[in-house]
């Protein structure tokens, strides 16, 4: 396969799994022709480790900008048509960018993703966070599914030209929902999900990273953006609900060992809405 790909890479403090990530890049069936690594002003030897690969680009930000900001300098700054980024704390198969090569050349088709996988689930903050928020669309390949991950995906530079970039407001989360939409409401601009391009997630969290990344994930993307008490409450409403669902489950289905991350990972995050709605910082 003849076709030139760029990839990027955000990253910020990632020196547990940024050189595994790039050694996937490396080692994929399809040879990429440009890898870009936009460090997010991180604070740990991620720089050191990134000096060590000759053939990469390093794009330094000075202060922390953000997921959707590192995601438009990655494109912007890529060579090539098509585009790949993953995660810095994501391996890719070796047949990944190959899988999806095929899919992104069919008419119609500018931007796919694949399928990541919890790699370390022996954690059981990992299981659960694999059980109830996985970032995959399942072993079934989908046309437009409700959106693509950002974890991996590829698209074309067009395509990204054409949406306006991503929302640089969105920091940790949400960029990737946000620009599936705008995808799909273009013509003759289909999403695709490829549960054959598999890729492997390193994150290994703790109940206090997995209760701060829960919490990310809810309140930097909620509606209603500026903290309040109403926003607070309606937030640990929703929390409570999702709380009761998940132990309704587990009671019909006589499995009781979530029990107790369950209730802690509601409490953590009610803990963090309510410092963060009365401005205390969060360490």
């Known amino acids: 396969m003849s076709i030139e790909v760029s990839f990027y890479i955000p990253v910020f403090n990632g020196e547990k799994t940024i050189q595994n990530c790039l050694d996937s890049i490396l080692n994929q069936s ?126 074309t530079k067009e395509l990204w030209d054409r949406i306006g970039g991503y929302n640089e407001n969105c920091t940790t989360n949400g960029e990737d929902m946000e620009y599936s939409a705008k995808v799909r409401q273009q013509s003759n601009a289909n999403l695709y999900y490829s549960s054959k391009a598999k890729c492997y997630h390193l994150q290994n969290d703790d109940l206090q990273t997995l209760s701060e990344r829960v919490w990310r994930y809810h309140s930097l993307g909620y509606k209603i953006k500026k903290p309040s008490t109403i926003r607070f409450l309606k937030l640990s409403v929703k929390q409570l609900k999702f709380l009761l669902i998940r132990i309704f489950k587990d009671i019909r289905k006589l499995e009781f060992k979530d029990f107790r991350l369950n209730i802690m990972v509601f409490f953590n995050f009610v803990k963090l809405e309510f410092l963060n709605t009365f401005n205390t910082k969060i360490k």
């Open 30 to 155: 399809v040879k990429v022709n440009e890898i870009i690594v936009i460090n997010d002003a991180s604070k740990d030897s991620t720089k050191n480790i990134l000096e060590k690969y000759s053939t990469i680009k390093i794009i330094e930000n000075e202060n922390n900008k953000g997921l959707g900001y590192c995601r438009n300098i990655g494109i912007k700054n890529s060579k090539n048509n098509i585009v790949a980024s993953i995660d810095a704390d994501v391996v890719l198969d070796k047949f990944w960018l190959e899988i999806l090569l095929n899919e992104i050349t069919r008419n119609d088709i500018k931007m796919c993703g694949g399928n990541m996988i919890e790699k370390l689930i022996n954690n059981e903050c990992n299981l659960w966070r694999a059980k109830h928020y996985s970032q995959n669309w399942g072993n079934k390949d989908l046309l437009n599914p409700p959106f693509l991950y950002g974890c991996n995906t590829i698209q």
